[in-house]
């Protein structure tokens, strides 16, 4: 399959770790050029050393003037952005009664209003060379959602609705939006929630993932790279056809159809 990524740019949010970087590297190893942004420079370096040519520039994606620097910076170093993946950190978790408004609105600007605003950079140029791919990092949680992540399971609803009345706006352009719904990645982030819920239960981390992966019918989290084989090819031109989805990378976890 040619996936049709040499020369073209793609801008990897929320990347010096985890699922982003992963996709950043796909994306290299493709041919595409590649612009990644966090919000330390020191991480950013690191991850870019795999990736000769790369772009690491420090952004934090709940800050407006951040992203559009950004993304200007990336459209000036390559002349274009082609593919915009959405990523950023996942909102905490907690329970209902746990959770003030300033951490439902921490979580709305970081989830819903970081695509949106990264969208908004991006499109004006997709829109001008007929062709373009958005592609989300989401979780499997809109597919069923996950105990105690209140705010993730809540905000990402907002994302999916957004994301797929954008394809129905865009896709006359040229422009595909899809999502990509990671089921339990072996990354940093789960590392945290692991050791959060050892705390809290007094059980080891281990046997926290061993109860966790008796659910997961492959009986195995996942690791970085397999969800980003997905975001890749959502972001290349074998993927022309693919709008408006959201599709699990999940071990099958989650227990809908969809
Ligand atoms: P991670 O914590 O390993 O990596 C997150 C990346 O985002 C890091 O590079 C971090 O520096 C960057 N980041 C965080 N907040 C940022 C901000 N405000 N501005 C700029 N950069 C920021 O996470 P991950 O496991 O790779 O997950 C990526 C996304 O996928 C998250 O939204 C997560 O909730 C979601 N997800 C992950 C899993 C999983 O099992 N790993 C499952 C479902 C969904």
New binding site residues.
């Given amino acids: 399959m040619k996936l049709g990524l040499e020369g073209r740019t793609a801008v990897v949010?929320?990347?010096?770790?985890?699922?982003?970087?992963a996709s950043a590297r796909g994306f290299h190893a493709a041919g595409a050029n590649v612009a990644i942004?966090?919000?330390?420079q020191d991480?950013l370096d690191e991850a870019a050393a795999s990736m000769p040519g790369c772009l690491a520039m420090t952004?934090?994606?709940?800050d407006e003037g951040g992203i559009t620097a950004f993304i200007d910076a990336a459209q000036r170093r390559f002349g274009a952005v082609d593919v915009l993946v959405n990523?950023?950190?996942?909102?905490p978790p907690g329970s209902f009664s746990e959770l003030d408004d300033a951490q439902w609105m921490q979580a709305f600007e970081?989830?819903l209003m970081?695509a949106i605003r990264a969208a908004r950079a991006v499109l004006p140029g997709m829109k001008a060379r007929s062709w373009g791919r958005i592609v989300n990092?989401?979780?499997?949680?809109v597919k069923q959602p996950v105990p105690n992540l209140t705010l993730?399971n809540s905000v990402r609803m907002a994302v999916l609705g957004w994301a797929k009345t954008l394809a129905n706006q865009v896709g006359p352009d040229g422009i595909t939006v899809n999502t990509v719904?990671?089921?339990?990645?072996?990354?940093?982030?789960?590392e945290?929630l692991l050791a959060q819920q050892s705390r809290e239960s007094g059980r080891t981390p281990a046997e926290i993932e061993a109860a966790l992966v008796k659910d997961i019918p492959l009986r195995r989290?996942?690791v970085?790279e397999e969800v980003a084989n997905l975001v890749v090819f959502l972001g290349s031109e074998a993927a022309a056809y693919m709008t408006g989805t959201a599709i699990a990378v999940d071990g099958g976890v989650s227990q809908g159809y969809a």
């Fill in positions: 949010m929320a990347a010096s770790q985890g699922i982003g970087l942004c966090a919000r330390s991480a952004a934090d994606v709940t990523n950023a950190g996942g909102p970081l989830t970081s990092i989401s979780s499997f949680g993730s719904c990671p089921g339990w990645t072996r990354t940093a982030r789960v945290k989290t996942g970085a």
